[in-house]
């Protein structure tokens, strides 16, 4: 049986004098919109809940790392759509994701979002 890559875990976890633990995605929009699709969006949620709750397979508390989603940038369309998630995230997560600039003070109690190419 295969599992997909850190099915179980974090994609990067590093721990230490200060905690990291980041999800990457590489989810292009669909249909070149500004919205995910219904599947992305669900786990990208499922990873979101991971790095504030935890992973019952990872013996590690969320609560003392720094949280990044990091997702791969296509351009306008992913800011939008992931400005669109957050915005319309569920409840229990409103407030405790956002978008990271260079002028963001970083708290263990929120996922950062930050785009790569």
Known sequence: MRAKPSGNGYDIMVTGDVNIIAEIKCNKPINSGFKFGSAQRN???????GLLEGKTKVNF???????????????????????HLINNI????????????YQTQLTLDKVY???IK
């Open 43 to 49: 786990g990208i949620i499922k990873d979101i809940q």
């Open 61 to 83: 508390d969320p609560e003392s790392a720094y949280k990044f989603l990091v997702i791969y940038d296509f351009g306008e369309h992913t800011l939008k759509a992931t400005e």
């Open 90 to 101: 569920p409840s229990e997560y409103r407030g405790k994701v956002e978008l990271y600039t």
């Open 113 to 115: 979002v930050v785009f």
